[in-house]
């Protein structure tokens, strides 16, 4: 039973393409992260999303748009990919309320290796 | 807003022997605080946090981390070190309305 879950795991695809990472948690929390892990492992936050209300990170560029179908799932599509948008990208959820409340701990999924060509 | 340092980008340790990961945080209220550890090619699982109470937490694995307020600090340790704990070890801040902030991380390296 996978708590949080990610397809593609690896993503292989050239610059310019448009392409999309799948999330879904099956754990009935209300709020789903996306984070980015550089290759130095740096992780940092992109967008939070809560039932109603999506967080986004200004410095995440546009091209980046997350989509929530439901409480469960979050996607995330990225347009126009760049050189620089090589990383992993991890999905997250957490049960919590209110604007992007952290108190309790996340739970992540396995991680999206994207390598843009 | 908050910040998290963990000043040991990579550490190495012989099997068996002890180990303490630190952990800094600047936050002006009172933190909510985690380690995660990451395993080489997987997601990150939650080892320990903190929220109020005894600021000494018991954590999965047999690591504990210690909450010093004085310090701002939440270091983790673990009495000894087996092969498998070798990965990445991330401190976490998280706060009410706040998103969480992640330290760069400590990566582990256990010599057999």
């Known amino acids: 039973d996978t708590a949080v879950s990610q397809t593609p795991k690896y993503l292989v695809t050239q610059m310019g393409n448009d392409k999309s990472i799948k999330c879904e948690q099956n754990l009935g929390h209300d709020t789903m992260y996306w984070y980015k892990q550089d290759s130095k492992k740096f992780l940092k936050i992109m967008f939070s999303y809560n039932n109603k209300e999506l967080i986004i990170n200004e410095t995440v560029p546009n091209r980046f748009s997350p989509k929530s179908p439901d409480k469960a799932h979050l996607n995330l599509h990225i347009n126009s990919l760049e050189l620089g948008d090589s990383a992993v990208y991890f999905c997250?959820?957490?049960?919590?309320?209110?604007?992007?409340?952290?108190?309790?701990?996340?739970?992540f999924g396995p991680g999206t290796r994207l390598t843009v060509l | 807003a908050q910040s998290v340092t963990q000043p040991d980008i990579h550490i190495t340790v012989s099997e068996g022997a002890s180990l303490e990961l630190r952990c800094n945080y600047s936050y002006g209220a009172t933190p909510y605080l985690f380690w995660y550890v990451q395993s080489p090619g997987q997601g990150l699982q939650l080892l320990l946090k903190?929220?109020?109470?005894?600021?000494l937490v018991q954590g999965i694995k047999g690591f504990e981390a210690e909450f010093k307020r004085s310090q701002s600090s939440f270091n983790l340790r673990k009495p000894s070190v087996h092969w498998s704990d070798a990965a990445e070890y991330f401190c976490a801040v998280g706060a009410r309305g706040q998103n969480f902030v992640f330290g760069p991380g400590t990566r582990l390296s256990v010599l057999p």
């Open positions: 997250a959820s957490s049960q919590a309320s209110g604007r992007g409340s952290s108190y309790n701990e996340q739970f």
């Open positions: 903190y929220f109020s109470g005894d600021t």
